[in-house]
């Protein structure tokens, strides 16, 4: 989805920008919770936020007389800052193939309406086009009850290499509620899982988007480099198990944590003679220990350490089974 495959791409979505809203209270109320579920998609990770279809972000009317420009000026420092520090001036992504660029400018994009997805000219959607073809999320504010949905239809139409058009129907992830963050999260890992199955190596190279209630260590990559391809499908499906787990602890406060299936803390003896072998750099960049292992087959581990504020488990290696003081 992006550089480093930890940024999220965000196009607005300019129809859904038109408000006609009967008070600015209504507008700014609007952008604030739209700001607020950008932030809990990021959840601390980089993003990018394109405008496409719309000349200048900040002429975009809120409610009437009221802009996007107003805003920032009335807005709390986090909101504005967060708003200032992902808007982007250009009108695709910049990792965008020549390919997918031009696919893009040859191909218009219409919301679909009743069961036979008919398109409504006049009603163009280049932003949900973009999201949908960079394989980012549609970003609008609820001036209509189609924006509350998490998936919009869309007729897409194109011209192929023999100038003929051909249209079908697709869906964009649409983002405009601090409430349909966690839905989205959910479908955004399904549509990358489902699309990279067979490539773990490419998997794991999403983890950021794949695992996000996971945090990695900065040795983890050096360590896949070296698994063979059956060992790390394995590894992805574990990683998989230990994110549900945490996302399952952190929608409910009071239970106990961590909970982590089929994890097992290293021995005392173990930690008394080898605990030097599960120290790693972890996400910050100093040396923790990595008590805790899953097993993946009898010949490799997964090593992992709890973290509480906030509740996270982060991984620290994923790679040969480690001394113990029984196998060495």
Known sequence: MALEGSRTQFFFNELSARVQASSKSH????????????????????????????????????SPGFTVSDWIHQ???DRRTLLLSIASKESLPRDASEALANRFQLSEYFLSQGSR?????????????????????GVSLRSEDRWSQTQVSLQHMWLDEDCMERNDEVEALNLSASTQASHLLELQRKRIRSDLKGDPARLFGRKLEVFPHLVFGLDVDSHVQLL????????????????????????NEEATFPFMPKCHAESEPTMQKYGCQRRFKNAEGGFAT?????????????????????????????GRHLDTVRFN
């Open 27 to 62: 507008g700014r109320e609007r952008i604030d919770d739209m700001i607020d579920a950008v932030a809990t998609m990021m959840d601390g990770n980089p993003a990018w936020f394109f405008v496409v279809g719309e000349p200048n972000l900040w002429t975009i009317e809120l």
């Open 75 to 77: 807005s709390d420092c």
């Open 117 to 137: 997805g008919a398109s409504v000219r006049g009603m163009e959607a280049r932003g949900f086009g973009a999201a949908v073809l960079f394989e980012g999320i």
């Open 228 to 251: 063979p391809q059956g060992v790390l499908r394995v590894a992805v499906g574990k990683l998989m198990t230990l994110d549900g787990a945490v996302r399952a602890r952190r929608s």
């Open 290 to 318: 990595y008590q805790y292992h899953a097993m993946i087959g009898s010949d490799h581990r997964i090593h992992l350490r709890v973290c509480h504020h906030p509740r996270r488990i982060e991984i620290g290696y994923i």
